[in-house]
Structures are given as C-alpha cells and as structure tokens.
C-alpha cells in the first residue's frame, strides 16, 4: 500500500467506543435517526472495504470495532435512560 497518511488507515481499535452522543447529538442543528456517534467507525470499516477491493475478510476488524462501538452506545444511552437523564434521541 502506498499513499499519503491520509489515505492510511487508524487501526480499528481506535474506533470501538462511540463519541460522547450528547455532545455528538446536541452539536447539530438538527439531527435525525440516522446521527450515529459511530459514525467514525462506520467510515473507516467501508475505507477499509475500498482500499482492500470489498475483500470483507480482510476487514473483519473494523467490523468488529464498529459492532462494539454500537453496543457501547446503545448500552450508554439504556444506562441513561434508566437512571433518568435526558437523551436526545
């Protein structure tokens, strides 16, 4: 692989735990059922899919980092709502 450190990939870990969603959520003006504070993971597993010619075995990880991310944010925003604070979504 060649090409400038824009076109190189973070490793997938960096991208398994979600941005904060409240700061994620509230820095918009308007925000929809599709705002995902995983939104980072989600772009590098198809970066990923793009420089490896949609070979998903060789993604596997970043799948997996956006799969946990997911989790984490759902489980934050349960976790949140069960203790009474506000979400926005």
Do not use: I
């Not at 949609?54 to 709502?81: G, H, I, M, S, V």
């Amino acid at each position: 692989m060649t090409g400038s450190d824009a076109d190189r990939l973070a490793p997938p870990q960096v991208n398994a735990k979600p941005k904060d969603y409240h700061s994620k959520f509230s820095a918009r003006t308007t925000y929809s059922k599709h705002t995902d504070p995983c939104e980072d993971a989600a772009k590098a597993s198809l970066k990923c899919m793009d420089k490896n010619q949609y070979d998903k075995d060789k993604c596997q990880d970043f799948f997996q980092a956006y799969r946990d991310c997911k989790r984490a944010w759902l489980d934050e925003r349960w976790n949140d709502r069960r203790a009474g604070r506000s979400t926005p979504v």
